[in-house]
Each structure stands twice: as structure tokens, then as C-alpha cells.
């Protein structure tokens, strides 16, 4: 069982979906990704879940972002299952689930803890960035439906992190303020954050979002 974290480059596969075979680094291109699991078709947790992901798709779209679900079922049963999403959360699936009877990606992104069941995967999520490395792993147990507005702030965290000298502190939303990164002096705060920043502390300091007009 492989042993996946933070950094780390995510393992490429190919695997049956419900919109034809896929590899996965093909489907992510040169955008993010989001590789989830759910524990098995026809659950209700699971349906509402992915009955929000396929609302949230333009969301994601939004964020250069493509979503990726898998389940031990068939095939056969995801199909199925889909209508039922679809006529239950009134929405159009619109996103490949992977049919992971195998369990190869399951065993491959460690998505299967015996202690909690052996059998079937629990609510794993990874966010891919493209580099293909691992950016954030959340482990929810069958039980727990996850939170999707959390994933797209994490995703906007993400995003504005990787490309300016910042960090998002606690409950952070889109256009709020960020940290400056404590690598970066003061002398050098005044040229990369031209809309200024306020010191709390020498090591806390906050400047409005950077990549906001």
C-alpha cells in the first residue's frame, strides 16, 4: 500500500470511467485536479456529494480545475446510480467517476484504511496542482459528507500561494487580506505589494490579495 503526502508527485493511472478510459495525467493537461473517492454507488451521503460537485463544476472550471471521482463499483452500477443523482439533487453528472473494481487506484493513493473498512475507500481527496504534485490531502471517514466550498477556498488558496510571496491565515476567503511570507523583508514588501501592507507583528504582517485589481 503506498504512502502518499504532501509534495509528492501523484501516480499516474489509467483506468474505466463513466466517460470512456482515462489517464490521468492526459485529463488533468496543464490544469489542477481534484481525485476523490467515495465509498460505494447507490449511498446517500455519496449523492448528494456528487450531486454538489456536478453544480459546482463551473466553479471549478473557473479555476482552471477538473474533478475526478472514483468508487470500488462497476461501471454498470455507476451508470445507474447516475440517474438517480441526477433526478434526486436536480442536476446533469457531468464529470467522469472511475470504475475501480480492482481497487488499483484505490490501493495506489492509499483511499482504502482497513480499520475503518476494509473493503471499500473512504472520502479521500487530493488536490493536484499542474506539476502534478500532491497539494492537499483531507481524509473523511464514510460517514462525514465533505464540504465542496471548503475545497474551492483551498483551491484559491492554492492558486494565489503558488504564484505570489503569501500565505492565507485561519477561515480565509477570496478577497480578503493575506500574509506576507516571513522570507520577505520589509524593504522588499514595498516593491512586490504596491497596495501596501500593515506590520501587527514582525513576523504577521497583512497586505490586501495581490492578484486582485
Not at 3 to 26: K, M, Q, V
Not at 110 to 130: E, W
Amino acid at each position: 500500500m503506498a504512502t502518499i503526502r504532501l509534495g509528492d508527485a501523484a501516480p499516474n493511472f489509467t483506468a474505466l470511467t463513466t466517460e470512456g478510459e482515462i489517464n490521468f495525467y492526459d485529463y488533468l493537461g496543464d490544469g489542477w485536479g481534484v481525485l476523490f473517492s467515495h465509498p460505494s454507488d447507490y449511498t446517500p451521503v455519496c449523492t448528494t456529494e456528487l450531486g454538489t460537485v456536478a453544480k459546482y463544476k463551473d466553479e471549478f472550471e473557473k479555476r482552471n480545475t477538473k474533478v475526478l471521482a472514483l468508487s470500488v463499483d462497476g461501471l454498470e452500477s455507476h451508470k445507474g446510480w447516475i440517474n438517480d443523482i441526477n433526478e434526486t439533487q436536480n442536476t446533469t453528472v457531468n464529470f467522469p467517476i472511475i470504475a475501480d473494481e480492482d481497487k488499483k487506484v484505490s490501493e495506489l493513493y492509499d483511499m482504502i484504511h482497513p480499520n475503518a473498512d476494509a473493503t471499500f475507500t473512504v472520502r479521500s481527496v487530493y488536490i493536484i496542482g499542474p506539476d502534478k504534485k500532491i497539494k492537499l490531502i483531507i481524509t473523511y471517514p464514510a460517514s462525514t459528507g465533505r464540504n465542496f466550498d471548503e475545497l474551492l477556498r483551498v483551491i484559491d488558496s492554492l492558486q494565489l500561494t503558488a504564484y505570489h510571496k503569501v500565505a492565507t491565515p485561519a477561515n480565509w476567503k477570496h478577497g480578503e487580506e493575506v500574509v506576507i511570507s516571513p522570507a520577505v523583508s520589509n524593504e522588499d514588501a514595498k516593491n512586490i505589494f504596491t497596495k501596501g501592507f500593515k506590520e501587527v507583528k514582525p513576523y504577521l504582517r497583512l497586505t490586501p490579495q495581490p492578484n486582485l485589481n
